[in-house]
């Protein structure tokens, strides 16, 4: 039962010294959650409230259900994209039709991370590689930040999902940009930056404590939204020079909804969902890990899957829209102090008050401020000095960084992302197609052997023993087969051929008929195959099938050293 639900893990065993740090996170990041929520929410397109709305029965359900006890779950701007990419394309921006679409891709995000939990298929995950996550983060960063310049300037642009489109279009409108919205927004993002990178140095040299730093410098998003609206409101600058403010967001409970789940709208949102489902649980996982190996926790990720799936499904039923665990949210959740979920069920219920009593307050919250707590938060999402690590590291994964970069920026957050898994699975194609094959030889007065060309070496010339550096399947087998006739026709004395296994994980039904081609080929030229270091799985495959006592017993050897002396001998007879 505690592996379904953590809380009766930790919430049985709960410490009071803990409350002290999970009280201080949950207020702090409650505080940056409320101005982001709203912003994320208007990046989806959708009203304000929705952002607060999905942010708080969904955590308190994360906080029962996860693993990742200081993740913070909630709006996130990837997914937000990803979102107004989505139902932008079939309904009209902050209409009731437009609310029900999200609602309804909530559900089917949260239906489809809870079967994939249930059924312990999480390692699907995986074929989004790191070069492919950090590509297309990098470039949706550049998405949303351009997003938001129309808001920031004051300008009207048509929405579209065309990421030059919108620059054609930012450029044809910046002269008509409004210079209040723009001067407001440009202080909010100076404000925003100088509390993120300047401040904290800046009390750190004054010896103020780390404990307090954190707080001051996380508070900044809220602090400009309680600035920029008083200012709006006491000059009326909304009324005065048309800047653009947030208006009257309802109080009051979070709304019981019901999202429309039928065949239609799984038609129009299922490559969405998907798409969303596996971007929102790596985001969450990697950062969940993260964070827990700092203080020596488990992130279980089939629970997680769980967990986010039900947070989903609740964010469907209660007015909000897809969620899942931010980086920058989270990563205040551990530094204020967190040391259960708890931090995040606290941060909850302070939402709770907010959407109850204190929503009027955000009326004069001008958009251009919003739009710069976006493009700070999106800032840190790029990702360049991962491209270069993987550039200097291995080519291709530096060339799947790139192609999916540009994949996105070219088409649109989700086609992107397909695009970027197509290319780089291509690509694994085609790196394994050509397997690594080294000829060996016996390391003078040892039991090793080694690669000929790298280490000095004695070999027979009768006897050519192979490793293959890759697991043998269906794309590389015929490489396979046709590097190692060309050898043995080539080096005219050998007798014997000797397979050595030692990095061969898998072979699959492909690869044994052409093993067992290679066989009678290598018969015709009267050479003996031979096989070393079978790992045990593949030998009982193997033994399943037929195979080894087709190739007969005595010519599968433990290790390469017992190989090559028995061959030895038979060569000196």
């Known amino acids: 039962m505690r592996e379904y639900f953590p809380i009766l893990d930790w919430g049985l065993n709960y410490k009071r010294d803990d409350l002290t740090g999970d009280l201080t996170a949950g207020i ?91 059924f312990r298929l999480g390692f699907i995950a995986n074929f989004l590689s790191q070069a492919v996550i950090s590509g297309f983060i990098s470039a949706a960063a550049i998405l949303i930040g351009f ?122 949102l299922g490559t969405s969902a998907l798409a969303i489902s596996f971007v929102g649980f790596m985001e969450a996982f990697s950062v969940g890990q993260f964070l827990a190996s700092k203080k020596r926790k488990k992130v279980e990720a089939n629970q997680e899957l769980i967990a986010l799936g039900a947070s989903n499904i609740t964010a469907a039923f209660t007015g909000g829209y897809p969620i899942t665990g931010g980086l920058s949210r989270s990563v205040v959740n551990f530094s204020a102090g967190a040391n259960t979920a708890l931090a995040s069920i606290i941060t909850a219920l302070f939402l709770m008050l907010t959407v109850l009593f204190f929503t009027p307050l955000f009326y004069y919250l001008p958009q251009t401020s919003l739009a710069a707590i976006i493009l700070v938060a999106v800032g840190n999402l790029l990702d360049f000095a991962t491209l270069k690590r993987l550039w200097n590291y291995n080519k291709l994964d530096g060339i799947t960084w790139v192609s999916t970069f540009i994949a996105v920026l070219l088409t649109s957050a989700e086609q992107g992302i397909i695009l970027g898994v197509l290319i780089s699975l291509v690509l694994y194609l085609s790196r394994t197609s050509k397997p690594h094959i080294a000829v060996l ?8 052997f080694r690669n000929i060309l790298r280490h000095p070496v004695t070999t027979s010339p009768h006897i050519l023993a192979i490793r293959i550096d890759e697991s043998l399947y269906f794309v590389n087998t015929k490489y396979l087969e046709d590097y190692l006739l060309k050898l043995v026709t080539e080096q005219k004395e050998v007798e ?33 195959f031979y096989l070393s270091e079978v790992k045990g799985p593949i030998f009982d495959q193997l033994e399943k099938v037929g195979f080894v006592d087709k190739l007969g ?15 030895s001998q038979r060569v000196s007879l």
């Open 147 to 268: 997003s938001q310049v129309k808001h920031l300037l004051g300008i009207k642009i048509p929405q579209t999902e065309s990421f030059f489109t919108t620059v054609i279009y930012i450029i044809k409108e910046s002269p008509n940009l409004n210079l209040v919205t723009f001067s407001l927004g440009i202080i909010s993002l100076a404000l925003l930056l100088y509390f993120n990178r300047g401040l904290g140095k800046h009390l750190k040299s004054q010896g103020i404590q780390e404990s307090l730093i954190i707080p001051i410098t996380k508070s900044a998003p809220l602090m400009v939204v309680i600035g920029s609206s008083i200012l709006v409101g006491l000059l009326h600058l909304d009324q005065l020079f048309g800047v653009k403010v947030i208006g009257e967001i309802p109080k009051g409970f979070p709304p019981f909804t019901i999202p429309n789940f039928d065949l239609n709208n799984i038609q129009l």
């Open 28 to 118: 702090i990041v409650a505080s940056l959650l409320i101005p982001q929520g709203m912003a994320y929410a208007i990046l989806a397109g959708l009203p304000p409230e929705v952002g607060l709305y999905a942010s708080i029965f969904p955590q308190i359900v994360y906080g029962f259900l996860g693993t990742a006890s200081m993740l913070s779950v909630a709006p996130v701007a990837v997914d937000s994209l990803m979102v107004a990419t989505a139902v932008s394309a079939i309904a009209t921006e902050n209409t009731p039709e437009y609310w029900g679409y999200a609602l309804t891709l909530a559900l089917m995000v949260g239906v489809i991370e809870l079967l994939i939990g249930i």
């Open 496 to 528: 014997y051929l000797l397979l050595v296994c030692s990095g061969i994980n898998s072979i699959d039904g492909s690869a044994l008929e052409t093993l067992q081609r290679l066989i009678e080929d290598l018969h015709q030229m009267k050479i003996e």
């Open 553 to 567: 017993r005595d010519r599968i050897f433990l290790s390469t050293d017992q190989a090559i002396k028995e061959l």
């Open 441 to 448: 030889g016996r390391v003078e007065n040892t039991e090793h």
